[in-house]
């Protein structure tokens, strides 16, 4: 028996899959197999599920209905005939002829879920592929799917699962439902028209759903709940709309200004517009009318320009005059041009040259004739030789000159040396101009004088005529000195000042000199013999009258470090070729020249110098410097004068080295302020040991009058006393309380005694809680200024958060006054900008990235520019915004 | 070497003609002025000062109307014109600029309580106690022969009777669409006799309407049982309501911001609220002594304009807790008035003194956010300017300038304590100022009262609560 039981425990599970296919839509998750066995252990052999007894019951009744067993075998879709059908003879192993498939054991997935129980039979009507027949709704279609699988099975072996995508295939319903006949009319008769259409398979799944879980309505929620839900989500979406204005609000609110309507065009009228309104009011302007609106005219426009032609009445003998005028014009230009271009070709130089000189001539004689000319011709020059003055474009300063002069001149060839030559000439000859342009100023003209009086042996008679001309020139000189330039630097009046001491001076060095002159005029005419003028006395001028028949190489010696100002003076006066070897010197004198008065002073002090020297033994040694760094000077002297008999010593002395003259120098620093002459020098030469006293020392020497100390104290204590008033003494009115004796002896009353102590006391602890009360060097002022309090704000306005930030806000000035006019605008705007008289519309949306912070092209600029000032405003406006 | 010369070019100093000024050279060397900030300040106060000097907004009054005006409409198309209705029926095209009225249209039985224009400005609707919606086409301005005697006779385009009075309306900007409120909120198009919506919620009046101007779809009402309740007319349905402790008796959208709307309370005060956060107002901007009537945003979106029952018009900044202008005229302050004389076809009437109050129930912002326009209970429209001391007309460059730097100036100095003083004081009438002493003293009695209460209850007991919560009942 019990291998029986096992035999069909073998083949039961080829059953029980289909069995499980079926039930497991009522109880998920069971486990089938289990129920499956229990129910077999029960039975014996195979039997009819009970559903089918019950269905064939109604059909024929059948017996068996005592096997009726569990609920789970309810709904075994299985006929008769299938059942017997079902169990193949190797499957039962009754006669143990075929091996044993061990497939019972299978067991289905946990999660399995049989949704799409495949149930197909006409493989060929496969369209509806997502549909999963409705197995379990009409038995016959079960029963034929649950066949086909069945013999599916029996054929492969296979489990049910493995068909499951045949099975979601199709079934048709057609044929099933002609079976039934039309007595019952059901949704599927109308679906079945549609069939193939498109929609048709959801159509047909909805249905299903429907047909498969009658869902019980639930009763609705009352209307006020119904509504308050609906309200939320109304809420919840117009919040979420609303939004979107976000960026742009935010925008909008921290511009620092908002243009509204910037760019609206208030129609300008156009050129055209205006043309047309245009009517004649003048009477030019309406002949012109009258011409244009000719109505010939306007015909022979739209027509064609013939008529126009006609209208056009010109005679022809103008016409033809006009065209032989041109004609003949035209020929004069050509032959011109022709002339000029062949003239042009010549290459002769000598042609060229003979030409320029006959239009130099020409020139030349044109400025004889026509003083209009010359006067062209002097401004020209004069201009030149201003430019040349300016831009000192022949001084070798230029690019080239200057690289070719650092490369040395001798390295070059010989066209740019004679370049360089060319322009030095050049600049030579438009200065020299200039100075010819005051030769009246006596110098140089003296000079040249000088030198072509001079022959190399000159007699007595040389020299009384020097002296004569000497004489001469002074008196000349001082007559002259009243004039004073009108314009210029020197008519500045603090040069002007100066220039009249300078005159003062000169004016009695002049003198004095006119003295000597007669004096030695006179001498020389007493002793004729004796050849050489006293040149203690004499200017440096007539010095060097008499040095000019020493070598050239004396008066060039001064290349020495003793080149000092003074010399370059001395120099200025030795003549002409002198000027043209050396620049520097002569630049030097062109400046003596300028001032050709101060130059005359200059020699006369150094003249004067010379003579203190001889009279003050004590400075002796300055002035040896002093002599040592003109050293020309010296050697002339010594030569030159037999009278010099004074300075001789000093002279005599000089042999001692400049080392050595240090030595001497120190007691005397107050004869070194005197001479300014040889400050320079002096300055030069190393200084010996003197030990500086400390700072403190310095400066206790510096305030040794006044006691600073003291001072401020007492300042302290008035500021003290102004801020805290110390109390008054207690003290009667005169007469007050002295009636009699009694009242004297008691004095001031207690009560205003006591008071004044009060006074006291409090005042010494105010005092004490001064800020300065342990600071002695310092006075902090603790008084209020009433004023000054207007000028400030009583608390931190609200949109800052720091003081200093407000303070930066408003420090920099916005005015017109303080800034260009380019930034006004923006540093002014106000924070709307609308017109009147314009409509503003109402915001429209647009998209803006939020992320960036300003995307208006327009106003970014401006914004930037406000941005600093502005920006606390902003973060208020965004306070405004939280709150 | 360099020679210093003066050099100019002749481009700087030539003028393009002969009535320009010369070109001025200054060198910006701060250290040239060293006093830029003592100029500027005291520039600050002349400015104040002049600014007070030069304070006339009042510009003139339109009257024509023999009742009080109870409500009015601005066209969004035409700046000169405004439309105004009286309590006895009476509806009147203004032209500002002439203060003469246009054309009359005549039809409601009682009175108008709701004006409002379609976007375009072509049509006018009205509605009233009289439970009547009329649409009206708006003559063109331009036409000549549109004198007061032609102009009478304007017949309605539609009048459609509804179920309950009116008690106000607002068009929807761009759109077809408009509302009106009374016992309910029905929503109607144009070219249909019935209403295309209609919401309710609660059985109280709805007393006003407004459209959000930048977000169409959106409106908001407020109604007699203290509430605001937005709508949606894109679910078509209520989204929100919030209950204040006393009623609100108009709104205004911001039409620059449209998330946010100020609304005018019975309790004195306005309160900014942003729709996504009704929990708390926004902003509370109180000055005034008596309930405002009336409320409406400058199309800049940084002003707005109240009208109170209390005679005053006052101007507030979006964000302004306190008005930046108060107005009002001697006229308005009187509360007796001699002899009016009220002519109709076949009776006269004589008053010999009868009180006009001079409540203001309405107020608009002009279409360029330049004037303001108030419509009274003593049957006047007042025309103010928004800016006391703006000049109008034409100004030059140059004025403009000089304009724009004083009150940069003014701007920037406002913090000190004199520029101050002089910017913010206003004169009052008597009756309001001691109407805002007495009512100072009052809150400051409530706030010592509330304080004393917190001092002598448990610690927590008694929530501080911030004032802009503190109206608010209920969001629901």
Redesign the interface.
């Known amino acids: 028996m019990a291998k029986v039981e096992k035999k069909k425990k073998r083949q039961r599970p080829i059953l029980s899959n289909s069995i499980a296919l079926a039930s497991k839509r009522k109880m998920k998750g069971k486990k089938i197999k289990k129920v499956a066995s229990d129910v077999r252990r029960r039975k014996f052999g195979p039997h009819l599920p009970s559903s089918f007894m019950k269905e064939m019951g109604i059909q024929k009744p059948s017996p068996n209905s005592s096997d009726l067993t569990g609920g789970e075998e309810e709904e075994e879709g299985e006929d008769l005939y299938e059942y017997e059908e079902a169990i193949p003879e190797e499957e039962t192993g009754k006669n143990r002829r075929y091996d044993a498939v061990e497939n019972y054991e299978y067991e289905l997935p946990e999660e399995f879920e049989d949704e799409d129980v495949p149930s197909d039979e006409n493989d060929d009507v496969s369209v509806d592929d997502g549909d999963d027949a409705g197995v379990d709704e009409e038995e016959e279609g079960e029963d034929a799917g649950e066949k086909h699988v069945r013999m599916l099975q029996s054929i492969t072996g296979l489990p049910a699962e493995a068909f499951e995508g045949k099975g979601k295939k199709n079934v048709t319903l057609l044929d099933v439902h002609g079976d039934m006949g039309p007595q019952h009319v059901s949704i599927y008769d109308f679906l079945d028209p549609l069939h193939g259409k498109s929609g048709y398979s959801k159509l047909r799944k909805r249905v299903h759903q429907l047909e498969r879980e009658p869902m019980a309505v639930s009763a609705p929620l009352p209307k006020v709940e119904r509504?308050?839900l609906?309200?939320e989500?109304?809420?919840a979406?117009?919040?979420k709309?609303?939004?979107k204005?976000?960026p742009l609000?935010k925008r909008?609110r921290e511009a620092p200004t908002?243009l509204?309507n910037e760019d609206l065009d208030l129609a300008v009228p156009t050129v055209g517009a205006i043309a047309a309104e245009h009517r004649p009011r003048t009477e030019f302007e309406k002949k012109m009318a009258v011409l244009l609106g000719d109505p010939e005219v306007l015909e022979a426009h739209t027509k064609d320009g013939a008529k126009l032609l006609e209208l056009n009445k010109i005679s022809v003998k103008d016409v033809l005059d006009r065209h032989n005028h041109l004609a003949k014009m035209r020929s004069l230009f050509f032959r011109h041009e022709m002339k000029s271009k062949h003239i042009k070709k010549i290459k002769s130089k000598t042609y060229h040259r003979i030409l320029k000189r006959g239009r130099q001539k020409g020139a030349s004689a044109e400025i004889n004739m026509d003083p209009e000319a010359a006067n062209e011709l002097a401004r020209k020059q004069e201009f030149k030789r201003a430019e040349e003055r300016?831009?000192?474009k022949h001084k070798n300063?230029s690019k080239w000159a200057k690289r070719i002069i650092k490369r040395g001149l001798k390295a070059q060839d010989e066209g740019t040396r004679a370049a360089i030559a060319e322009q030095l000439q050049q600049h030579a000859l438009l200065t020299r101009k200039m100075n010819s342009m005051i030769e009246n100023s006596s110098s140089d003209e003296t000079s040249d004088d000088d030198s072509d009086d001079f022959s190399p042996g000159s007699d007595r008679e040389g020299v009384s005529k020097l002296l004569n001309k000497a004489k001469e020139k002074t008196i000349k000189v001082m007559e002259e000195e009243e004039d004073m330039p009108k314009s210029g630097v020197l008519s500045l009046p603090f040069m002007e000042r100066s220039v009249k001491r300078q005159r003062e001076a000169a004016r009695e060095e002049a003198l004095l000199a006119l003295q000597e002159y007669e004096a030695s005029l006179g001498k020389h005419d007493e002793k004729g013999d004796e050849k050489v003028p006293s040149t203690a006395q004499t200017s440096g001028k007539r010095v060097f009258g008499g040095a000019k028949s020493q070598p050239k190489e004396l008066s060039r010696k001064p290349k020495s470090p003793y080149n000092s100002d003074s010399e370059s003076d001395f120099e200025a006066r030795d003549g002409e070729e002198e000027q043209k070897i050396e620049d520097r010197s002569q630049q030097a004198k062109i400046g003596s020249l300028l001032l050709p008065d101060e130059a005359l002073a200059a020699q006369n002090k150094i003249c004067e110098d010379l003579d203190d020297i001889a009279k003050i033994p004590a400075s002796k040694t300055t002035y040896e410097v002093a002599i040592f760094a003109s050293d020309t000077w010296r050697k002339i002297g010594s030569e030159n004068s037999q009278d010099n008999v004074k300075i001789e010593p000093s002279a005599a002395e000089s042999p001692v080295h400049p080392n050595s003259d240090n030595m001497v120098h120190d007691g005397n620093s107050d004869s070194d302020s005197e001479t300014e002459m040889v400050d320079g020098f002096i300055s030069s030469v190393p200084k010996s040991e003197y030990e500086l006293p400390s700072q403190s020392e310095l400066i206790r020497r510096a305030f040794a009058a006044d006691d600073v100390e003291a001072e401020f104290e007492k300042d302290k204590m008035d500021t003290l006393n102004a801020e805290n008033h110390e109390p008054e003494k207690p003290a009667l009115l005169p007469g007050w309380g002295q009636w009699t004796h009694i009242q004297q002896k008691k004095g001031i009353p207690s009560s205003m005694i006591e008071k004044h102590e009060d006074e006291i006391k409090k005042r010494e602890e105010a005092l004490k809680r001064r800020k300065d009360a342990n600071l002695k060097n310092i006075i902090i002022s603790e008084k209020i200024d009433r004023k000054a309090e207007?000028?400030?704000?009583?608390s931190l306005?609200f949109p800052y958060t720091s003081k200093e930030v407000y303070e930066q806000?408003?420090?920099m000035?916005?005015?017109?006054?303080?800034?260009?006019a380019i930034s006004?605008?923006a540093?002014?705007?106000?924070?709307?900008v609308?017109?009147?008289?314009?409509?503003?519309?109402?915001?429209?949306?647009e998209e803006i990235d939020p992320c960036s912070k300003l995307d208006e092209p327009k106003e970014s600029k401006k914004i930037r520019q406000k941005q600093n000032r502005k920006k606390a405003k902003v973060d208020g406006?965004k306070f405004?915004?939280k709150? | 070497m360099k020679v210093k010369v003066i050099s100019r070019s002749t481009d700087e100093f030539t003028r393009d003609r002969s009535q320009d000024l010369q070109k001025v050279f200054r060198n910006y060397d701060p250290k040239l002025r060293t006093q830029e900030r003592a100029v500027e300040y005291t520039r600050a106060l002349t400015a104040a000062k002049l600014e007070k000097i030069f304070a006339r907004p009042f510009v003139g009054a339109l009257d024509g109307h023999i009742d009080a005006v109870s409500c009015m409409a601005k066209n969004p198309n035409h700046l000169k014109g405004m439309f105004s209705g009286s309590m006895d029926g009476d509806i009147r095209l203004w032209d500002l600029s002439m203060r003469r009225t246009i054309c009359q249209f005549p039809g409601h039985q009682g009175a108008v309580r709701g004006l409002t224009v379609s976007t375009d400005g072509e049509i006018l609707v009205s509605c009233g106690t009289d439970c009547s919606v009329r649409l009206w086409n708006v003559p063109d301005y331009r036409s000549k022969n549109l004198s007061e005697s032609s102009g009478n006779a304007l017949e309605p385009m539609a009048v459609y009777v509804w179920k309950h009075p009116l008690w106000g309306v607002d068009h929807q900007w761009d759109r077809t669409l408009f509302a009106t409120v009374g016992a309910q909120v029905d929503i109607w198009d144009h070219n249909r006799s019935e209403p295309v919506n209609t919401f309710k919620w609660g059985n109280d009046t709805v007393i006003s309407v407004r459209f959000n101007p930048g977000h169409p779809d959106l409106l908001v009402t407020s109604s007699s049982d203290r509430g605001i309740i937005l709508y949606d007319l894109r679910v078509s349905s209520p989204a929100r309501k919030l209950i204040l402790k006393t009623r609100t008796n108009s709104i205004s959208w911001n039409p620059m911001e449209p998330m946010n709307f100020t609304a005018a309370n019975e309790d004195t005060n306005c309160y900014s609220y942003d729709v996504r956060k009704l929990s708390e107002a926004k902003c509370v901007h109180a000055d005034h002594v008596s309930a405002v009537m009336d409320i409406d945003y400058s199309p800049t979106g940084r002003e707005f304009v109240t009208g109170s029952y209390d005679r005053t018009i006052r101007i507030f900044n979006y964000n302004g807790d306190h008005s930046r202008e108060v107005y009002h005229t001697k006229r308005m302050q009187r509360s007796l008035f001699a002899s009016v004389v009220v002519c109709c076809f076949w009776f006269t009437v004589i008053a010999d003194e009868f009180s006009v109050p001079c409540r203001v129930f309405c107020v608009k912002y002009s279409c360029d956010g330049t004037y303001v326009i108030s419509g009274s209970d003593d049957t006047n429209l007042r025309l103010w300017k928004a800016k006391a001391s703006e000049q109008l007309g034409v100004l030059l460059p140059r004025e403009r300038k000089k304009q724009e730097y004083m009150d940069a100036v003014k701007e920037r100095y406002k913090h000190l304590p004199e520029v101050k003083r002089i910017i913010r004081h206003r004169h009052l009438p008597k009756p309001i100022y001691k109407a805002a002493t007495l009512r100072r003293t009052m809150v400051e009695a409530e706030r010592k009262k509330d304080q004393r209460r917190r001092a002598h209850s448990a610690p927590g007991s008694m929530p501080v609560q911030p004032f802009r919560k503190r109206r608010i009942i209920k969001e629901e």
């Open positions: 509504e308050k609906e309200r989500v109304t809420y979406q117009s919040k709309e609303i939004t204005w976000e609000v909008n908002l509204f300016m831009t000192l300063s207007k000028l400030h704000a009583k306005p806000s408003i420090r000035p916005i005015g017109p006054d303080y800034n260009p006004i605008g540093l002014n705007r106000p924070a709307i609308k017109r009147a008289g314009v409509i503003v519309k109402p915001i429209v949306y406006r405004a915004v709150s």
